[in-house]
């Protein structure tokens, strides 16, 4: 899992500074992770994520974004409440999830919104 930046963000997710509809800048579907250090929830889903940034290795990216030091990015995506999972697929929309997900559910969600087999 790889922590981003606007810049790292921007290059690698969405220039929304540049694009006013979505332009996924990917190769691959991710997740984003919207969470901050002192958020209990935020903790509790963070070894679910890294469970499954293993499991999907080469198929999937997942990326964390701390909230506190990327305010810019927070607000660019309406981020009022954290966890907030932002479901990238490589091509569509992407889909936001809030709050702590059962790891089955994520794998649901990866497989049906993301197109991502084991």
């Not at 919207?34 to 997942?62: H, N, Q, R, T």
Request: glycine share 6%; aromatic share 10%.
């Amino acid at each position: 899992m790889e922590n981003l930046t606007l810049t790292s963000f921007k290059a690698k997710v969405f220039d929304f500074e540049q694009n006013k509809d979505w332009k996924f800048a990917g190769t691959k579907p991710c997740i984003v992770d919207f969470y901050a250090d002192w958020c209990g929830p935020c903790k509790m889903l963070s070894p679910v994520l890294a469970e499954l940034a293993e499991k999907y290795a080469g198929k999937l990216d997942i990326y964390k974004v701390n909230t506190e030091e990327e305010q810019q990015l927070s607000s660019a995506f309406g981020i009022q409440s954290i966890p907030t999972l932002l479901l990238i697929p490589a091509s569509g929309q992407p889909q936001l999830v809030r709050g702590v997900v059962p790891k089955e559910s994520l794998e649901k969600a990866i497989a049906e919104v993301l197109g991502v087999k084991q």
